[in-house]
Antibody, heavy 117, light 106 residues
Framework: EVQVVESGGGLVQPGGSLRLSCAAS????????MSWVRQAPGKGLEWVAN????????DYADSVKGRFTISRDNGKSSVYLQMNSLRAEDTAIYYC??????????WGQGTLVTVSS | EIVLTQSPGTLSLSPGERATLSCRAS???????LAWYQQKPGQAPRLLIY???SRATDIPDRFRGSGSGTDFTLTISRLEPEDFAVYYC???????FGGGTRVEIK
């Protein structure tokens, strides 16, 4: 079964850091681009970051550029999101998704990040 | 940046009725790089349509995507009880989502 499972969410203070992980299984992870998408409580979807299959290219939304870093370990079939200088507006469910030809064809169940003092 | 505007914000319909959802882009989306997703409460989004009109795996044929350029439509021919949800369009040329349309039971 093709699936991705996120972990690492939690409560963090403003200005703090958190690292999210996404473990993939059921497909050849190393040939797929991967994305992170977030959803603030009661709001819509916001694309956060993409990483190419080999990690050679990374793209970020303007709202997180310079604060968040996406990375991957193909040996562990995992993608990560390092989040620094967190703000209240970063509070959201963070979804990991597999990218196929640009669209997101497999989503995890998400991990909740709450930024609050 | 390509901005996607979805309308209406909420659609109130009865089971068996037809739903027509609109997604308008602020500039032409190349190669029809437009997808639709369905999200139910407490669940992750699910891919319905890609390439503006191709149904994803296991998506029933009552879901139909159409359009090109800047105007796209998702049509649900006859609403089933499980179709009441929020629907998002996404352009994956530069990656952005619309604000969503909620389809609720009238």
């Amino acid at each position: 079964e093709v699936q991705v499972v996120e972990s690492g969410g939690g409560l963090v203070q403003p200005g703090g850091s958190l690292r999210l992980s996404c473990a993939a299984s059921g497909f050849t992870f190393s040939v797929y681009r991967m994305s992170w998408v977030r959803q603030a409580p009661g709001k819509g979807l916001e694309w956060v970051a993409n990483i190419k299959y080999d990690g050679s290219e990374k793209d970020y939304a303007d709202s997180v550029k310079g604060r968040f870093t996406i990375s991957r370990d193909n040996g562990k079939s995992s993608v990560y999101l390092q989040m620094n200088s967190l703000r209240a507006e970063d509070t959201a469910i963070y979804y990991c998704a597999r990218v196929w030809r640009g669209y997101l064809d497999c989503w995890g169940q998400g991990t909740l990040v709450t930024v609050s003092s | 940046e390509i901005v996607l505007t979805q309308s209406p914000g909420t659609l109130s319909l009865s089971p068996g009725e037809r739903a027509t959802l609109s997604c308008r882009a602020s500039q032409t989306i190349s190669s029809n790089y437009l997808a639709w997703y369905q999200q139910k409460p407490g669940q992750a989004p699910r891919l319905l349509i890609y390439g503006a009109s191709s149904r994803a795996t296991d998506i029933p044929d009552r879901f139909r995507g159409s359009g090109s350029g800047t105007d796209f439509t998702l049509t649900i021919s006859r609403l089933e009880p499980e179709d009441f949800a929020v629907y998002y369009c996404q352009q994956y040329d530069t990656s952005s989502f619309g604000g969503g349309t909620r389809v609720e039971i009238k």
